[in-house]
């Protein structure tokens, strides 16, 4: 086996940053990031279309309150469908980077002395900052879920009783859900910040 390759990318590794928040990790353990970075701004704005129409609705109502009960409806209907993708993009994300640092090991295997002791110590550094960016998503899904939660049981009661007077019902449980939206918009910012990091800010 020639070791030439990997014991260059092992050098260039360790060149390449030690702090645990900012290790950047080798393109190959992180490969579908940047479609889990843009799907994730995508969501934050169909968040926001969503909130828009919910608060125009409790807000603004018009006479054709159907109207925008359609519109909150469609909204949601459309962060549900992309943050669907979100997570089918990070869980096909995620057994790549599994199976790379997996990989990673193996190759470290046929290299020794401080070569191997560095090759570690990346892959070591790599696997924290990987563990930090799911732990970002959990932290993220812990404020998302409940926060989808109320408006999709909101809207299940408005397809029940559309009318002005289920809208005034609604309001309450409803303001409720949309105070969440900072919170949620903040969170999905943290794991974007550290997809950054451990992609070297690319």
């Known amino acids: 086996m020639n070791r030439l390759p990997l014991a260059l990318a092992c050098l260039s590794l360790v060149a390449a940053g030690c702090a645990s928040t900012k290790t950047e990790l080798p393109p190959k353990a992180v490969a579908g990031l940047l479609l889990v970075r843009d799907s994730l701004i995508d969501n934050k704005a169909q968040v926001q279309k969503t909130v828009a129409a919910a608060r125009d609705m409790i807000?603004?109502?018009?006479?054709?309150?159907?109207?925008?009960?359609?519109?909150?409806?469609a909204a949601l209907s459309k962060l549900a469908g992309e943050t669907q993708q979100t997570r089918q993009l990070g869980a096909g994300m995620k057994a790549t980077a599994s199976d790379y640092f997996a990989h990673w090991d193996s190759q470290l295997k046929t290299v020794s002395g401080e070569l191997a002791a560095a090759g570690q110590e990346r892959r070591e550094e790599?696997?924290?900052?990987?563990?930090?960016?799911?732990?970002?998503?959990?932290e993220l899904r812990a404020v998302f879920a409940p926060f989808m939660g109320e408006l999709e049981a909101t809207e299940r009661f408005l397809k029940a009783d559309p009318t002005a007077s289920g809208v005034k019902a609604a309001t309450s449980t409803l303001r409720k859900a949309l105070a969440q939206e900072e919170e949620v918009l903040e969170r999905a910012d943290a794991?974007?910040?550290?997809?950054d990091a451990v992609r070297g800010g690319r």
């Open 191 to 195: 794991v974007i910040a550290q997809i």
């Open 59 to 73: 807000d603004r109502p018009r006479q054709d309150v159907d109207g925008q009960i359609g519109a909150f409806s």
């Open 126 to 138: 790599s696997m924290a900052s990987f563990r930090k960016l799911e732990d970002r998503v959990k």
